[in-house]
């Protein structure tokens, strides 16, 4: 039995196999996130020129 | 002296030095310089002292292009010209619209600025003028100009006594010449048409044609196919490079404080680009026209704005609530690139009673000129904003990128080139002197002249190099 076996148990090495297809789902969120909208950026919505924080 | 027809002005005995074509702002300008400097000048002006239907006839044409004015009311065929419709704004061309653009092609003039500031103050006395104020910059983009709406001078009411007292002017109503006879390298004569009918020859030492805008060319055009280039023997550029102020309503605009603009009387403020900023998006020159909207108007803009910014909505709806003026709408003129392919042209089956070929004019906006209209909203929207000043909402056709309205008042009936300034003969028609290329006695009047429209509208400019062209005339014809 090799010294990995020996440490982690046997339920512990299932749930990692079954929680990591959901890691990648994490990190796809983390790369999508949206940086910092500058609130002062100018934006044009519907033909109106305006700053970003116009929108809130 | 003002003869009512040709027979009275003949029987008279007067000779004339100087042979003026029309009595509009240039003509009647050019005519008062060479009077004032003892020089003998006859104007003849085609139609009579009112407005009539039958003279304005001579002035129907065809466009072809882009929707224009019909050609027999944007001007007016009678004494004192077109400034008889004239709106009274008022304003010189700027120093950069004198100077070529890289951008552009065909742009800048042989002469600048300078050139006509030494006549200005006669300018400013002729049309009733106080001093133009220098412009002030909102950004480094966006400056306000002023225009002046002057008591808009009709010319031949101001100076019909003046002109009637003076012994050196004559004017001839009810006639005009049909075409100008010459051999390459004068003027040898002018056919005229008075009362209806042929009318002889006329002879002078020097013509000036002062006919307006559009009617320049065609005398001129026609003038050379009768006398086979006679008349402008370098005629590449003749009828062409023709420009309007296109004028369309280009949005609205929520301002935070109205009192922060410098409105005129009539609660209207005009911003123009500065030139980085059209170099930069390699542009034209533009004028935005701010008027304030009336209530109903306003009530539109803040329920567009609701579904798309709804604080700044709610701060509006408060604004109006408090009877605060801040909304205006805008509209935008713009300074039309010159193009070879604008012109004037002869009909070739359409001729007015006299047997003179009417003019079609082929006239089309470029996409250069729809870019200055969308980036000059832009730089408006982004000033106001920068500046925290209000906000601009772009009309929908401008944004969508569709079609030019066609329920809009088109354009300025500002009437330029046709017989542009330059010193190349392949794409100018007149030199720095106004003086025909190739002629020694012919030179011409008016906004035909121009190399490029700026956004201003012409008649201040007309009337400064109209004094310029009478000052350097005075300087060579000997009394």
Redesign the interface.
């Known amino acids: 039995m090799s010294f990995f076996v020996k440490k982690i148990s046997r339920r512990a090495i299932v749930q990692a196999l079954i929680a990591l297809p959901a890691l990648s789902l994490l990190r796809r969120r983390v790369d999508t996130e949206p940086p910092s909208a500058d609130p002062n950026e ?1 934006v ?8 970003r924080s ?3 | 002296m003002i003869f009512d027809s040709y027979e009275t002005f003949k029987a008279a005995n007067f000779t004339a030095k100087v042979c003026i074509l029309g009595s509009g702002p240039a003509g009647i300008t050019i005519a008062r310089k060479l009077g004032a400097a003892g020089i003998s000048v006859v104007v003849l002006e085609a139609g009579s002292r009112e407005f009539s239907d039958d003279s304005q006839d001579f002035y129907r044409g065809s466009t072809v292009g882009d929707p224009y004015f019909d050609l027999d009311i944007t001007r007016l065929r009678f004494m004192g010209g077109s400034s008889n419709h004239w709106a009274g704004w008022c304003r010189v061309l700027d120093k950069q619209d004198f100077e070529p653009k890289a951008w552009a092609p065909d742009t800048g003039w042989p002469i600048s600025r300078a050139d006509i500031d030494p006549f200005l103050p006669e300018v400013h006395d002729i049309l009733d003028l106080p001093d133009f104020r220098p412009d002030v910059p909102i950004s480094d983009d966006i400056r306000w100009v002023q225009l002046i709406k002057s008591p808009a001078v009709r010319f031949g009411e101001k100076f019909a006594d003046e002109l009637d007292k003076s012994r050196n002017i004559a004017v001839v109503l009810n006639t005009y010449a049909t075409e100008l006879a010459g051999d390459g390298r004068r003027v040898t004569g002018a056919k005229l048409w008075s009362n209806g009918q042929d009318a002889g020859v006329f002879s002078a030492e020097y013509f000036i044609p002062c006919t307006g805008g559009l009617e320049n060319s065609r005398l001129l055009l026609w003038s050379n196919q009768r006398s086979n280039g006679g008349v402008v023997p370098n005629a590449a550029a003749l009828g062409r490079y023709w420009m309007e102020h296109p004028t369309f309503e280009g949005g609205n605009a929520i301002l935070t404080d109205y009192s922060e603009f410098e409105v005129d009387a009539t609660n209207e403020a005009f911003f123009s680009p500065s030139l980085a900023a059209m170099e930069r998006l390699q542009i034209m020159n533009f004028g935005i026209r701010l008027i304030e909207t009336p209530y109903a108007g306003i009530k539109s803009v803040i329920a567009d704005l609701a579904c798309t910014a709804p604080d700044a909505a709610e701060w509006l709806a408060y604004q109006l609530s408090q009877n605060l003026r801040c909304a205006a709408q805008l509209y935008v003129t713009w300074e039309q690139a010159p193009q070879a392919s604008n012109q004037i042209e002869l009909s070739k089956t359409d001729v007015d009673h006299a047997g003179v070929p009417r003019i079609e004019l082929h006239w089309k906006k470029s996409a250069l000129e729809r870019r200055t209209l969308l980036e000059g909203l832009r730089l408006f929207g982004t000033t106001l904003i920068q500046k925290d000043l209000g906000r601009v909402r772009m009309a929908d056709w401008i944004v969508n990128g569709q079609d030019y309205p066609t329920n809009e008042e088109t354009a300025g009936h500002h009437h330029m080139g046709g017989t542009r300034m330059g010193t190349d003969v392949t794409r100018s028609v007149v030199d720095a002197n106004c003086k025909v290329h190739g002629m020694d006695n012919l030179y011409v009047g008016g906004s035909s002249v121009f190399c490029t429209s700026g956004e201003c509208n012409p008649t201040t400019t007309i009337t400064a190099l109209a004094c310029r062209l009478g000052d350097h005339l005075s300087k060579i014809i000997t009394v």
């Open positions: 100018i044009e919505v519907n033909g109106w020129i305006l700053k116009d929108l809130a």
